[in-house]
């Protein structure tokens, strides 16, 4: 039982949850030496995408504010980074910041029409922003056009990152930071005034929580997590162009917060987990041994193999339609019903 805030908001709520927090830490630490290169590079793209999942969750699972204009935060975030650091000279980490505030700024700005606007109507006008920004942002010579920018050499503190290795401790640090810091914003007044609005806002307002504020607030700061993500996501391809910034993205972050669990901190970062490395796989399934040759007779006779290459999204689209049906709470409730058998079991 809690008798007061500071249990709420403390990290560590028993001796349990520190020791498994550590033996988490230490095996972040000993990743890169446990696994081959490529799987350095999973580990890299799996952490970019739990910074935008986590920063989405507070606003879609948190506040109730639906979106679907992630992408263009994303982008805003790796071509800002970009353009601050071979334009501006600005260093990686204070462009990178900068990227974020940008893109933060931008989700303000669409914040606004969130004030008046609710559910479906909310979702359409935050993807005529994702679509609109990367046609813009196409038409720029500044920002590469249509043929894209290359990102130039990152430096931090006269080291070198040329590696997915020497690159996934920067990643990794910046999003423990950021994930701690989303959970703590969580147990705070701020949090407590998403979860208000999420439930009831006009229940919220008349018990004076700042409607105007808090879903502007929030569509700011999950905007800047998308920014941060973005920025590290332009230096782990090293190349970036519009098309990399289009709808399906959009989608593809929600729907890992779907399946993880909104209103939780844990829940959408295993659907990044799990959905990352789906993306990841998927791409090459026509070369797995008989499940691959099956594929190509299938979409022989019915589809097309183009269909087939993009055979991720048909997964993603299956495993989200099935956790509506069996489990509204996503891979967090599963979890929780599994932890409620071992505390009964064999009872």
Known sequence: MKRDYYEDVKLFSSGVTLFWFVALIIFLLLYPFLFENYYVYVANYI?????????????????????LGHAGFFAIGAYGTIVLMTLASFPFLLALICAGLIAAGFGF???????????????????????????VIGRIDMLGGRQGLHAPDLVIMGYHLETDRQFYYLAMIIMVLLVIFARNITK??????FVAIRDAHIAAETMGVNLVLYKTMAFALSAFYAGIAG??????????????????L???????????????????????????????????????PYVGDWLRQLST???????VSNIQFIVFGTILILIMLFEPLGLYGLWIRMKKYWKTWPF
């Open 109 to 135: 700005l669409l914040g606004l029409p969130a004030l008046r606007l609710e559910g479906p109507y909310l979702a359409i006008a935050t993807l005529g922003f994702g679509l609109t920004l990367t046609t």
């Open 231 to 248: 920025g590290l996501f332009a230096f782990v391809l090293r190349f970036i162009e519009p098309e990399l910034f289009g709808f399906f």
């Open 250 to 288: 959009s989608i593809f972050f929600l729907t890992m917060a779907v399946a993880g669990g909104l209103g939780t901190v844990m829940g959408p970062i295993a659907g990044a987990i799990l959905l990352s490395f789906l993306d990841l796989e998927l791409r090459n399934i026509l070369n797995v």
């Open 188 to 193: 705070t007044k701020v949090g407590r005034a």
């Open 301 to 307: 006779s019915y589809f097309s193999l183009t269909g």
């Open 47 to 67: 952490a970019i995408n739990i910074i935008v999942v986590v920063g989405l969750n507070l606003l879609v699972g948190y506040t109730g504010q639906i979106s």
